[in-house]
């Protein structure tokens, strides 16, 4: 059997196709959602995704009291050595 491939961007476009496949007798196959990997290469380094569990509350007796300006903080720890 012949297939066709449509991409669309609009969800009323899906619709009208859905309805349209009744009135002429061809079958509309949505494909399966995939989940989006949990972990991923850039440039050679794995990024893992967010995970809401971690507590960072005992950093926070490293910064408190320290007037620590972020803007500072770029300009002094992270310059790229030319």
Do not use: C, H
Request: positive net charge.
């Amino acid at each position: 059997m012949p297939e066709l491939v449509i991409k669309y961007k609009n969800k009323r476009t899906l619709d009208v196709l859905l309805d349209i496949s009744r009135y002429f007798g061809f079958s509309v196959i949505l494909p399966k959602q995939t989940k989006p990997e949990k972990d991923f290469q850039l440039n050679g380094v794995t990024i893992l995704a967010a995970d809401k569990s971690i507590d960072a509350s005992e950093l926070e007796p490293v910064f408190t009291g320290k007037s620590i300006d972020a803007k500072q903080l770029r300009t002094d720890a992270w310059q790229r050595t030319r």
